[in-house]
């Protein structure tokens, strides 16, 4: 048995997917049941279950993924109108993959509180 995840499977190429972006420590893909007509996800290559698995070492890699979220949105072209980043954690939150990622949303307008 395996310990890699989904999302280790696509960042190593097992499982095909939509590559939007990727650099030495994060890689970028189109979620295959986007919530928004631009949904992408944005994964650390190294593998964090969640962000409560976090620790300080990681803060450098935390904040490439913000700094990834936001080339996304660039290159998307949601930037200027806007676009939402959001990190489920844990069950209840609605987290089903246990790898930390930042969904992307935008390309239209977005409601707050979302449902």
Not at 12 to 40: L, Q, S
Not at 77 to 106: K, M, P, Y
Request: proline fraction near 7%.
């Amino acid at each position: 048995m395996t310990d890699e995840t989904l999302f280790t499977k696509i960042i190593n190429g097992a499982i095909p997917c939509d590559t939007v972006y990727e650099d030495e420590h994060t890689f970028a893909f189109r979620d295959i049941n986007p919530g928004a007509p631009v949904h992408v996800l944005v994964v650390p290559k190294k593998p964090i279950a969640r962000l409560t698995d976090a620790e300080p070492a990681d803060a450098e890699l935390l904040g490439r993924l913000l700094l990834t979220a936001n080339k996304v949105a660039q290159m998307e072209g949601i930037a200027e109108s806007g676009f939402r980043c959001v990190v489920n954690t844990n069950q209840d939150a609605g987290q089903t993959v246990w790898h930390l990622h930042v969904h992307v949303l935008g390309g239209r307008a977005l409601q707050w509180p979302p449902g």
